[in-house]
């Protein structure tokens, strides 16, 4: 090659180099400014804070001194919009009295489609034992409401409803029964004759929607039941059943109005009572913020507490959750699409967990539980992994109406 043809060459090369350079300068230029709002900026990692974080979700399972008795604690931290304080040095104890509490008596539950059992335990308190019906690596087929309860799925919601900071699940814990005697010796006689032996396996079906005698949980090989146990609220707290605005058909013929018109919100939904200014929208946006991180595509009806002014919205029965780790069901998150709405002190708690800090806190508060492994692997990397498609979604909302119309602590109504 010539000296001329060389630098003819050279001066194109830079000339092409130049222009790409400037174009990508000029695309940075006009992201930077069309971007009102970035999550990025937001996340500021603070170690004393996550420290402090780490510190408040792990648990001490000691007595306090000047309490007796855990029930009494767990009952007076019940507010209309809380159930348990945030910072709660005693919740340990409380959780540990219900896996070890002596059961006074075992019976049905007839309530709901799904086998579990009632049980009184001593210092007069009820609970509910959903029993362990699939292994942890099982992934459930099917849809996100698909499948038997998993008794481990509630347990991982209730930690989660504790680090989410909205303190609406009821205290759940893992306990290991042993059926021979715990169960049998103080089963109600209407539960007993659902008991079986399969296999030389003590099993029981139990007496609910759609208990059978073909469907029932076992004792493992050492004789023992897994399961969770839910503390049921104190008699005077009544509960009211509320059918969710974004209620599925469960009928692939027949869709929900949602499904087919993304207005639905803006026209129906903040239309009505008691949607339409105040809380309890802004409670199903941390429902379905919380239902999608857990893979719960079943909430079709929600409870509140009855005759309470501004109750919250309930976040119980989660066991419908985790049931594919593989599966993000983005209809799940429709609420929160169509309605653009999020309370600002969610926001600013997922911002802060957002990074990994979720799952580590998770891990933590679980990891003395006495099922642990609460949850398996591939569902604590599906919750990292829907993080981001719960930020895009509310990046979408800012991007089309700004973060004003969208974050915020009090929603007033449309004018
Ligand atoms: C879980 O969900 C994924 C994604 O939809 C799907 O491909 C897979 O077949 C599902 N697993 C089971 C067991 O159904």
């Known amino acids: 090659m010539k ?3 060389r630098v003819a060459l050279g001066t194109f090369c830079g000339i092409v180099f130049f222009v790409y350079k400037w174009k990508e300068f000029q695309d940075f230029d006009k992201n930077v400014k069309q971007e009102t709002f970035s999550f990025s900026e937001e996340s500021i990692v603070d170690q004393d804070a996550i420290d402090a974080e780490m510190s408040r979700i792990s648990m001490n399972i000691e007595k306090p001194a000047m309490k007796s008795n855990a029930w009494e604690v767990a009952k007076n931290w019940i507010h209309p919009r809380l159930i348990y304080p945030q910072n709660h040095p005693q919740l340990g104890w409380i959780l540990n009295q219900a896996e070890t509490s002596k059961i006074k008596k075992a019976d049905i539950l007839p309530k709901g ?3 579990k059992m009632l049980v009184y335990l001593e210092g007069n308190q009820k609970a509910v034992f959903k029993p362990k019906r699939y292994e942890r690596d099982f992934q459930v087929p099917g849809k996100a409401w698909n499948g038997y309860d998993r008794h481990n799925a509630e347990i991982a919601s209730f930690h989660l409803d504790r680090i989410l900071n909205f303190r609406r699940a009821p205290l759940v814990t893992g306990r290991v029964l042993d059926f021979e005697s ?30 059978n005698e073909e469907e029932y949980a076992c004792v493992d090989e050492n004789g023992k039941m897994e399961g969770s146990v839910t503390l049921w609220f104190p008699e005077d707290k009544k509960l009211e059943k509320i059918r969710h605005p974004y209620q599925r058909t469960y009928n692939d013929e027949k869709k929900a109005k949602w499904e087919t018109d993304e207005e639905y919100c803006n026209k129906y939904v903040k239309k009505i009572e008691p949607y339409n200014k105040g809380n309890r929208l802004l409670d199903v946006m941390d429902t379905a913020v919380f239902d999608f991180f857990i893979g719960n595509g079943d909430r079709h009806h929600y409870e509140i507490f009855k005759d309470t002014p501004d109750a919250m919205l309930l976040l119980l029965d989660n066991a419908k959750s985790f049931g594919n780790a593989s599966l993000d069901d983005l209809s799940i998150l429709a609420p929160l699409r169509q309605c653009c709405l999020l309370r600002q002190s969610t926001y600013d708690r997922l911002v802060f967990l957002r990074n990994g ?11 003395n539980d006495p099922i642990a492994p609460v949850l398996h692997e591939s569902h604590i990397q599906a919750i990292e992994r829907r993080m981001p498609i719960i930020f895009q979604t509310i990046q979408g909302c800012v991007d089309k109406l700004g973060k004003e119309n969208v974050i915020m602590e009090v929603w007033k109504g449309q004018e």
């Open 3 to 5: 000296l001329k043809q």
């Open 113 to 115: 489609t799904q086998l």
């Open 182 to 211: 715990e169960v049998i010796p103080v089963a109600a006689e209407r539960l007993s004759n659902t008991f079986k032996i399969v296999d030389g396996r003590k099993c029981f079906y139990g007496v609910c929607y759609y208990c």
């Open 357 to 367: 800090l979720l799952t580590k806190l998770l891990a933590e508060a679980m990891k």
